[in-house]
């Protein structure tokens, strides 16, 4: 059974940083794609960034690239979203994601709040 456990999140100041984690079990992780998508408040849930199975490729959102950093570690099945000099407009939940076999896994998100 696919299970994905977001954690990390909670209040930053703008500028500041937070590291997000997401730690998955009940596949084999290191044979898929993983990514991190958000929701803010009364917007649609939009794609922030994707690693390929090995780490070694990754893509990124516009709004977020140069300072959102996705990175895994297969030996620990958890993948990572480095979050660098975050603005208010990052506020949302972050939720990890996993396509498997045509079918799209979700965790429950962790909520992060940009402000001072």
């Known amino acids: 059974q696919v299970q994905l456990v977001e954690s990390g999140g909670g209040w930053v100041q703008p500028g500041g940083s937070l590291r997000l984690s997401c730690a998955a079990s009940g596949f084999t992780f290191s044979g898929y794609a993983m990514s991190w998508y958000r929701q803010a408040p009364g917007k649609e849930r939009e794609l922030v960034a994707t690693v390929t199975a090995g780490g070694v490729s990754t893509n990124y959102a516009d709004s977020v690239k140069g300072r959102f950093t996705i990175v895994r570690d297969n030996a620990k099945n958890t993948v990572y979203l480095q979050m660098d000099s975050p603005k208010p407009e990052d506020t949302a939940v972050y939720y990890c994601?996993?396509?498997?076999?045509?079918?799209?896994?979700w965790g429950k998100g962790t909520l992060v709040t940009v402000s001072s």
């Open positions: 994601k996993l396509r498997k076999r045509g079918v799209d896994y």
